[in-house]
C-alpha cells in the first residue's frame, strides 16, 4: 500500500493526479474501515451490545463506509491534492527560475555547466562576447544596453535549437554546446551566427545599435575534461578578441604561427600606445 500511495504521489504537477490520488485514498480509506468494521461487530454481538442482527449490522457498516467515509476522505484527498499541486508547481517555477538568466530567459552559468558535464562528443562549446559592450553602455545608456543582450539571446536562441544547448554566462558573454554535425558545419554555424548579428542592426528605444561579436570554439570531444574545453574557449576567444574582434577562432587555429606573430604585433603596438599616452600626460 505505501508502495502504490508513492507512485501515485510522484508528480502532482497536472491537475489530473489530484483526483486520481483523491480516488485512490478513497478507495483505501473505505476497504480499511469495511475490514475494521467486520472484525470489530462480531465481539460487539458476542457481547450483546449490537441492536440489530450480526449480519444486518456487517452490511449496515460497510453501507455506512462507503457512503460517508468515502464521501469524507474524498472531499479531504482533494484538498490535499490541490495543496500538493500548488506546492509542486510552486517548487517547480522556483527551479526553472534558479536556472534560467533573468533578463534574457535562456540558461545561467549553473545550468549550462550542468548541461556541459552531460555532453560526450560529438559538440563543440562556444563562448561568445558582444564586443565593446562597454562603450554601448556609456554612449547609449544600460537600457539600451539591456536591449542589446535581449537581441544577441534571441538570435543565439534560434540559432542553436533542437539538441543545442545556449546561456547568458553572465555580462555580454554568452555560451553555446552546439551539437550535432562535423567539426567544420559546427564552426559553419557559429560564424553564420556572428555574421548574421554583425549585420542586423538593433533598434532600442530612439537608438540604433550595431554591434559586433566575437567567438572562441573548442572541441567536445569524447572522454575530455569540461574545465580544460572551457579553458581552451576562453583562450581562443581571447585570441579573437586580440586579433581585432569580429571573428570566431577556434582552439586549433591559435597555434598558427601567423596568428602568433599577428598576435605579438597587437601587443607591441598597444605598448606603444600606452606609452605615448603616458607620455603625453608626463608633458
Known sequence: MRISLQAELGDFQ????????ALKMSFLAVTLSSIVTTLLLPPLDWMGMLPVPLAHGVIYGVLLSWLIGGAVSSALSIVAGHAMHRLSVSRAEFEQLSRTDVLSGL????????????VDGNACLVIFDVDRFKAINDRFGHACGDAVIVAVSAILAAAFDGGSVTARLGG???????????QEQRIERVRAVCARLAGQPIVADDCVVAITVSAGVAE????????GAYSAADKALYLAKALGRNRVVHENEGLHPGWRRHLSDETADARAIN???DEARLA
Not at 108 to 113: D, H, Y
Open 220 to 227: 567536445l570531444e569524447s572522454g575530455r575534461n569540461k574545465e
Open 14 to 21: 497536472h491537475r489530473h493526479t489530484i483526483y486520481v490520488f
Open 172 to 182: 555580454e558573454e554568452f555560451g553555446a554546446i552546439v551539437v550535432g554535425g562535423s
Open 275 to 277: 606609452m605615448d599616452c
Open 107 to 118: 540558461l545561467n552559468r549553473r545550468a549550462f555547466t550542468e548541461a556541459l558535464e552531460q
